[in-house]
């Protein structure tokens, strides 16, 4: 009677170690998803903004005003 009490609290709290490990496991997944994600914007704003200044400085209108050639 003791041993089998034994075995299913040791079976209880084997299951819950292995959803514990399971939940940092799916936490680390979220956070490289999140990162994956703020990396991808951040690129993109980057891109953007560089092509709208790019295009600014090409302006012949803007460019003459600036000084160059």
Do not use: C, H, K
Not at 29 to 52: H, K, P, Q
């Amino acid at each position: 009677m003791v041993t089998g009490t034994l075995v299913r609290l040791r079976l209880a709290y084997g299951e819950l170690g292995g959803r514990a490990r399971e939940q940092v496991g799916a936490t680390a997944v979220e956070y490289a998803l999140m990162l994956a994600l703020i990396a991808v914007v951040i690129i993109a704003a980057v891109t953007t903004l560089g092509t709208n200044t790019s295009d600014l400085y090409a302006d012949p209108a803007l460019n003459g005003a600036l000084g160059g050639s």
